[in-house]
């Protein structure tokens, strides 16, 4: 069982940065597969960056490559999206996720392939 909370969420105004960081508790976080999702008013939740338990192995959405990055410290259950250059449309809740026990490289980008979720953290970009 893995419990995953995000922090870091707030109001800033376009062209700023913020950093998520989604902490997790149990046993397997290690050697999970994580990822990072959001979901704005009135839209489905939508897929942003994942990254491998490994950290070797990352992915991101094409309406994020190049201003946001994922990364994990495992020593401090841990993962982390920095995200530069924010626009409007980045306005949404951003949820972590995390699945069971996976393979060094997996990587993934389907709602439907991660198992556990935190409660989100809200990001409002002004413009």
């Known amino acids: 069982q893995v419990q995953l909370v995000e922090s870091g969420g707030g109001l800033v105004q376009a062209g700023g940065s913020l950093r998520l960081s989604c902490a997790a508790s149990g046993r397997t976080f290690s050697s999970s597969a994580m990822g990072w999702f959001r979901q704005a008013p009135g839209k489905e939740r939508e897929f942003v960056a994942a990254i491998s338990w490994s950290g070797v192995i990352t992915r991101y959405a094409d309406s994020v490559k190049g201003r946001f990055t994922i990364s994990r410290d495992n020593a401090k259950n841990t993962v982390y999206l920095q995200m530069n250059s924010l626009k409007p449309e980045d306005t949404a809740v951003y949820y972590c996720?995390?699945?069971?026990?996976?393979?060094?490289?997996?990587?993934?980008?389907?709602?439907?392939?991660?198992?556990?979720w935190g409660q989100g953290t809200q990001v409002t970009v002004s413009s």
């Open positions: 996720a995390a699945t069971k026990p996976s393979s060094r490289f997996t990587v993934v980008a389907a709602v439907g392939e991660y198992d556990y």
